[in-house]
C-alpha cells in the first residue's frame, strides 16, 4: 500500500510540475466550453414526427399528408392521445409532434382561425429548432394553397413549444459532447503518454527489476488523472451551470455515476494504448485517432447520430462516447432516470471490462 | 600560420550562472585541437557558441574567418559537426546520408555523386552502398559520420565525443581518418572523455567551472604539472573545481 | 554467487542478430566482475537476462541460488539494477528520487543510509534539486543511490561510467571497491578498457561471447605478443613509417606512445636505424607493459 501511495504521488509531482501541460488539461474545459457553447447550425435529416389528430377532417389529413411526403420527416404515424405522444417523446422515439386542435376545420371556416401546436423535443436544439421551421413551412404552403383555389380566407396559428429544453439553447447540446471529450483526452491521452513515456526514458527498466508488480503499478498510475478527471467535471459542470446557464434537470448523483463509469473505461482504453505502443510520440498518435477523433465525428456530439449513414451509425455503437454523450443528455437535459439510461451504463461497464481485459493479456513482466 | 579560429574574452551567462567564463584561445589551420573539460565544465556551451548556433554573452571571435555573433549563418555553412548521439539518420541508407548531407551543405548533384563512389572506394564501403546505416556496425557508423561531416571539405570541423563506446581497434582506425584529415589542411576540433585519445591531439584545453585553466601541447602540459600522463594532469586540474564536479 | 550457464539471445526476424552466444561464468561473494567490450557485444543483453527483464534463448542465470527466468520475482528483490542510461526521473528532486526508490522496495532512507552514505552525502547539499538538472556524474552517483537503497545482494550496473568524465570515473570506482567489502557481488560493464584493473575478474566480450575471463593479471599474463613502445615526433607520419618495418606485426596509437609486436627476430636498434633513415631521428623504442587493451586487440 505504501508503495502504491507513493507511486500515485509521484505521479502528481509529474503533473503539477509541468506547468504547461497542467495549463492545458485545467484550461481545455473552459475554453472548449465557451467554444462550443455558442454553436453552428447544420443540416438535419430524418426528423420522427408523429401527428395526434383528435378530429380528422380534410384539412387536417392534408397537412399530414404533406409532412408524411416530405423528404425530411419520418413519419411514423398517429398517436392517440397526449399521454402516449409525451411518452413516446421521452423515450426519445419521437422528436417533434404536430397536435392539431379539436374540430381544426370547422374553426378554420366558421371563426377562420384554426390552431396547431409543434412540439419539439429540444434536448438536442438544433435538431429541434430547424424540424419547427420545416412543419411551420409546410403548414403555411397548404394554407396558401387552399387559399389559392378559392375557398374563404382563414388563418392556422402555429404555436411552438420546446420540451425539455424550453430556451431553445445550443448550448444544451454541446455539454454533454464536451464532457465526453475532455474526459477522453486526459484519461486515454495523458495516461497512456505517462506510461510509455516511462518507456521511452528508460525508468520502466528500473520499476520492472524492481518488486512492485504491473498490475498495482499501472493502477497507481491512473489515480491522479482519475482525480484531475473528476476536477474537471466539476468544472464543465460549474461552468454550464453558472455560464451557459444548463441546469441539470435529472440526479445530479446519476450523472456522476455515469461520468464515473466513463473515467473508469476512458482510463482503462488509455492503459490499452500505452501496452501497445513504446514511444509517446505513437501514444499521442494512436490515442488521438482511436479516441479523439471518433468522439468528434461521431459520438454524437457535433453530428447527431441519427443523420448519420446507416454504416457509420453501426461504427458508432463501438465509441464509449456515444453511450456517454446520449446517457448525459438524457440525464441532465430530459432529467431521466436509471431506468432511460441502463442500457447506456451496461455498454460502458462492458466496454471497461473489456479493455482492462486486453490489458492485463498484453501487460509485460519483461522487455520484451 | 593561418589561424582558423580566434575568440576572446567569449562568456556566456544563463541568468546568474556563468556557464562560459571569458575563454580566450585561438586554433590553427590544419592542426587537431582536444577541448578537454570534465562534466558541466561548460564544453558543449562554448562549443555552440563556437558553431554559431548560441549567441555569447560577452566576448568576440572569429570561425573559420566568420565573425561568430554576425556571421553565425555563414559559420554554419562553413564548418563540419559531428557528435556520438547524432550524426547520421539511422532509417536511411549509406548513400542516401552522404547525398542528404551533400545536398544540405549545397553540393551539386553531379559534385555529390562523383564524390560519393569516391568516399565509399576509399571507406572500402562499396558493398554497403545501400545498407540503412542502422544495420552497420557502430564503429562502421562513426566512420562514415566523420566522412560526412567533411564531404563539403569545411575549413574546420568539430568532433563531439566520437568515439564513445567503440571498440579500441576501431577507435585507433578512427583517429587515423583525423590524422589524414588533418593533413588535408581539415581543423579539427574535438571532445573526449578518452585521456589517451588527448595524446593524440596537438594542443588540448582543458575547462573548469566555465574557464580555460591550461592549453598547451600534451607533452608540455605533463611536464608543467609534473605528471606522467594527461589523465593525471587532467585530475589534477579537475580536483580543483567548485561546480557540481 | 552468480552462475551463468551457456546463455544464448538472439532479436530480429528468424533470430538474425545473435545478441549473446552460449555465454557461461560463475561470480563470487564479493567480487566485482567486469563485462568489458564496445558497444554492441552484448553486455546490456546479458545484465538484463540476469536482471530478469529478459528471457534467454536457452540457458540459465541463477542469481544466489534463484533463477532469473523463473523465479524472477524473487531476483528482483535482491538485485539492484542501473541500467545503461540513469534511468531517474528529471522532474523530481534528488531526495524525491531517492525516496521514491526506497519506498518502491519497501525500505526507507534511514534505513539503508550507512550503505549509501559515502556516495549520497556528495550529492546531499543538492538534495533540493531537481534531476534534470545534475550534472552527468552526480546523476550518475543518484542512480546509484537509488539502486542501493534497498540494500541489494547483487549489483547489476551497466555502463555506469559511459560519458562521464575521468575525475567522476575514478571516484566511482573507489565507492565500488567499498561497496565490494560490504559482501555485495558487483557486476559491472565498461567499454572503458583502462577500468578493467579496478575489477576482481573481467571477462572480455566481443560479439556476443567472453574471449577471455580472467583476472585483469592473468588476461596480461596471458598476453602472447612481443610488445615494444616507440615514441618520437610528428607521430602520425611515424606509425606510417613503422607500418613499413617488415617485423612489425600490427601498430597502433597508445596515448603518447604508439605500440608495435613484433616477430621474434625482432632487434630495437635496426628499428632505430630505419627510422633514422626516414628522417625519424631522437626516437625511443623500448619493451613495453601489456595492457588490457593491448590484449583485447591482440584476441
Redesign the interface.
Known sequence: MKQFIAFANKEFYHIIRDNRTLLVILGMPVVQILLFGFAINMEVEDIRVAVYDPTPDAFTTGIAERIRQNPYFTYLGNVHSMNEMEESMRKGELELAVVFQQNFQENAVHPGDAAVQLLSNSSDPNRGSIAVTYATAIITGYQQEQLGIGRIPFQIRTENRMIYNPLMKSSYMFVPGIMGLVLMIICTIMTSVSIVREKERGTMEVLLASPLKQGPMVFAKTIPYMFISIINLIIILLLSYFVLEVPVNGSLLLLLLISVIYILLTLSYGLTVSTLVDKQINAVIVSAITAMLPVLMLSGMIFPVDSMPRVLQALSTVVPARWFIAAVRKVMIEGQGFIMVWKEVLVMTGMTFFLLGITIMNTKKRLE | MNKVMEVSGLTKKFGNFTAVDHISFDVTEGEIFGFLGANGAGKTTAMQMLCGISMPTAGKGTVAGYDIIKQNELIKRNIGYMSQKFSLYEDLKVWENIRLFGGIYGLREKIIAEKTDALLKRLDFEQERNTLVKYLPLGWKQKLAFSVAIFHEPKIVFLDEPTGGVDPAMRRQFWEMIYEAADQGITVFVTTHYMDEAEYCNRVSIMVDGRIDALDSPAALRHQFKAGSMDEVFRQLAREAERGD | MIEVNKLCKSYGKQGKINALNGISFTVDEGEIFGVI????AGKSSLF?IM?????PDSGTAIMNGHDAAKD??KV??I?G?????F??????SVE?NL???A????TSIEENYHLIKDIYQ?IEP?KKRRAGA?????KQKLALS??LIHKPEILILD?PT?????????EFWDMLGRLKEQGIIILVST????EASRCDRIALM?EGEFIATDTPRGIIENYREILWSVEGTR??AL?TALRGYPEVKTS?????KHHITVDESFQPDALRHFLADKGFHDVRVELAEPTV?DC??AM
Open positions: 567490450g564496445p558497444v554492441g538484463r536482471a530478469s527483464l529478459l528471457l524472477y520475482r528482483r528483490q538485485i539494477y542501473m541500467p545503461e542510461r534511468s531517474l526521473y528529471q522532474d523530481l524525491e525516496t521514491f526508490f519506498t518502491l522496495f519497501n556528495q543538492f545534475l550534472s552527468g556524474g552526480m537509488c539502486a555502463e559511459t560519458g562521464v568524465d575521468p575525475v567522476s570515473r575514478k567499454a572503458y578498457m583502462d566481443r607521430m602520425s606509425l597502433f596509437a597508445f596515448g603518447d587493451e583485447f586487440m
